[in-house]
């Protein structure tokens, strides 16, 4: 079956530092790509999304990386702030999964007055 | 801002007993979707809904499980008879297309006795 995997558990940096979020994901045929961020006791809010046909795609301090010859995503979040605390998803899915997105195991991040 | 909204947000309820689930999706939104947290895990898939019936749906939604859209606001969830491993938090979701962006509610904390 598809699984979606993050590289690290956890992570800190310092605030006005960058951050980086890591994912791999298995399945070939996932064209459609979502960070999630989810804060205690609240549901999942997305951040940004990517589809297959580009690489790079930039939000507000936010940019996602996709490489698909290595099934990895990630993100990056610019002068990370301590309202960035929080659990990071990435889900993969599309037209191509059957519409199901698989939510990786997420990645907490503590910024660091 | 439209958002989806859930009712109870909170749900304790004895093994055995039926529960159900209520969530407000987006108001033109066509696509709805169930997911569960276990505490401390990953997001699940449960089950996608589109045009009054199940479009998709993962091993975890069994025949204990059902959905319905019973009016054209509310999209519900009906677990029939509850058991302690049911016990999570429930995500109701819903998208404008099945390819786009699935907007979450806050969810329901189910405890189970």
């Known amino acids: 079956g598809e699984s979606v995997g993050l590289h690290l558990p956890t992570l800190s940096v310092q605030e006005g530092d960058n951050s980086i979020i890591n994912c791999a994901y298995s399945?070939?045929?996932?064209?459609?790509f979502i960070w999630y961020k989810q804060e205690s006791g609240k549901g999942p809010q997305f951040i940004i999304d990517?589809?297959?046909?580009?690489d790079k795609r930039q939000g507000q301090r936010v940019t996602v990386l996709l490489n698909k010859t290595v099934k990895h995503l990630s993100l990056q979040i610019a002068a990370t702030q301590p309202g960035d605390s929080a659990v990071y998803f990435c889900?993969?899915?599309?037209?191509?999964?059957?519409?199901?997105?698989?939510f990786g195991t997420g990645t907490s991040l503590t910024v660091i007055p | 801002e439209p958002e989806v909204t859930q009712t109870p947000s909170h749900q304790v309820t004895q093994m055995g007993q039926e529960v159900i689930l209520r969530c407000v999706p987006i108001s033109n939104h066509l696509y709805f979707y169930w997911y569960r947290q276990i505490l401390g895990q990953k997001v699940e898939f449960l089950v996608s809904f589109y045009n009054n019936e199940i479009s998709e749906k993962s091993e975890i939604f069994d025949d204990q499980f059902s959905v319905e859209r019973p009016d054209g606001s509310n999209f519900t969830l009906k677990i029939r008879s509850t058991k302690l491993e049911d016990s999570a938090m429930y995500f109701c979701a819903s998208s404008d297309s099945a390819q786009n962006e699935q907007f979450f509610g806050p969810g329901t904390r189910l405890t189970v006795l």
């Open positions: 399945n070939s045929a996932s064209d459609y």
């Open positions: 990517i589809r297959s046909n580009m």
């Open positions: 889900a993969e899915g599309g037209e191509n999964t059957g519409n199901q997105f698989y």
